[in-house]
């Protein structure tokens, strides 16, 4: 890991495994669809996410994903890759598919505040994993070149952010989580 000036880290299944139950949040994104009276895309929690803005509901899914996400950040339990981060001599971030104030209370949670020099969550950029902008923006904080940087996550999802990125990209654990 000496080949790189500065690692930024994927939160939830990662650094910790958010306290979320995902099919709950997905049926309460699926009642702001049915309040407003819109037909949903599908029933998958980030098409519904993703499609929001089409239909003038980013705002209300936004908070009923990150009321939930806000939440189970206070009870995560903390996963072993802490113990990599705290050791690092280099710059570290999270970039996160995780709403970014969720990213913060978990941080804090787990005394990883002082640890993680940037943040970057799902609503901190214009767009979300696996689009190349929010790892950018995290490594930018860093003040580091992508080139020289290395993003750590569990999915598919945060390893093909790192390729459009350019950025090394490494696996937590045997492999992709699937998320």
């Known amino acids: ?57 980013s705002a209300d899914i936004e908070a009923a994903i990150a009321g939930h996400e806000r939440e189970g950040a206070t009870t995560s339990p903390r996963l072993a890759h802490v113990n990599e981060l705290l050791e690092r001599s280099i710059p570290v971030g999270v970039c996160s598919l995780n709403c970014e104030a969720a990213c913060r209370i978990a941080l804090k949670r787990h005394d990883l505040a002082d640890a993680v020099d940037a943040v970057v969550g799902r609503d901190t950029v214009a767009t979300q994993k696996p689009a190349p902008e929010p790892l950018l923006e995290t490594v930018r904080k860093l003040d580091a070149d992508p080139e020289r940087a290395l993003f750590v996550g569990d999915s598919e999802r945060d390893r093909l952010t790192a390729k459009r990125a350019g950025v090394a990209f490494e696996f937590v654990g045997d492999g992709p989580s699937g998320v």
């Open 1 to 57: 890991m000496t080949d790189y000036d500065a690692v930024v880290y994927d939160l939830d299944g990662t650094l910790v495994d958010l306290d979320v139950d995902w099919n709950a949040v997905a049926a309460d994104v699926l009642k702001v669809y049915e309040t407003a009276a819109v037909e949903p895309p599908s029933d998958d929690l980030w098409e519904l996410l993703e499609s929001a803005s089409d239909v003038g509901l």
